[in-house]
């Protein structure tokens, strides 16, 4: 009888050990599980969604793309042939410019002024005497709306000499002053005849609107 309660004792004994070992091993598992998944809910709640920047560059027109590379110009500005005119936009698009260009220009100088609606950008020629200014007007799509010259005198001939001095003020209000000197010339027009030359001096004065288009005063 002894022999009998202790065999089943032992026996007893091993199922206990089995299903500890057995309680242990899925603790484990259970342990295992839970963690992986905590580690894969916190990778998503920290990693950021990819998206497709849009560059600013990219949502400008060609026009706003052109002038972008143009550099405003220093005013007051005042300039007359003979002078210089500042190096500015040195870097400018040269596709840009050659879609918007005045006519026979260039290169461009820069923006004389932009109040989002309007842009007065001037463009340079090549001149008797240097580089030569022009002003173009354009809404903010590009389109033109008006466009001038300013030294309409300047330069030089057989009995004449002009020369103009151009400033641009900042309120969009731009002054040309002329000096111009004329002779009689000989019988045969081969020369000037000496103490015969007459000088006025003028002042033309124009004003960019605000619809963009410039008015001469």
């Not at 916190?42 to 497709?52: F, G, L, V």
């Not at 000499?161 to 151009?166: D, H």
């Not at 009689?184 to 005849?193: F, P, Q, R, T, W």
Request: glycine letters at 6%; hydrophobic letters at 35%.
């Amino acid at each position: 009888m002894v022999a009998v309660i202790r065999m089943l004792s032992a026996s007893t004994n091993e199922h206990m050990k089995y299903f500890s070992t057995y309680i242990f091993a899925l603790f484990l598992l259970t342990g295992c599980n839970n963690n992986n998944q905590q580690q894969a809910s916190t990778q998503e709640a920290t990693t950021p969604e990819t998206t497709n920047p849009v560059t600013k560059t990219s949502e400008l027109s060609a026009f706003e793309l052109y002038v972008s590379t143009l550099e405003q110009i220093p005013l007051p500005l005042n300039h007359n042939p003979l002078g210089q005119l500042p190096e500015l936009s040195n870097n400018y698009d040269k596709n840009g410019f050659a879609n918007y260009k005045h006519v026979w220009t260039s290169q461009p100088l820069g923006i004389y002024f932009n109040d989002g609606e309007t842009i007065g950008i001037i463009d340079c020629s090549i001149g008797d005497w240097g580089l030569v200014p022009f002003l173009t007007i354009y809404d903010k799509q590009g389109n033109k709306i008006d466009s001038t010259s300013f030294y309409k005198k300047s330069g030089g001939d057989m009995g004449y000499q002009a020369i103009e001095y151009l400033t641009l003020e900042a309120n969009r209000h731009i002054i040309v002053l002329d000096t111009v000197k004329r002779w009689n010339l000989n019988e045969d027009e081969s020369d000037i005849i000496e103490n015969s030359m007459q000088q006025t001096i003028g002042r033309t004065e124009y004003q960019v609107l605000t619809n963009g288009m410039i008015e001469k005063q």
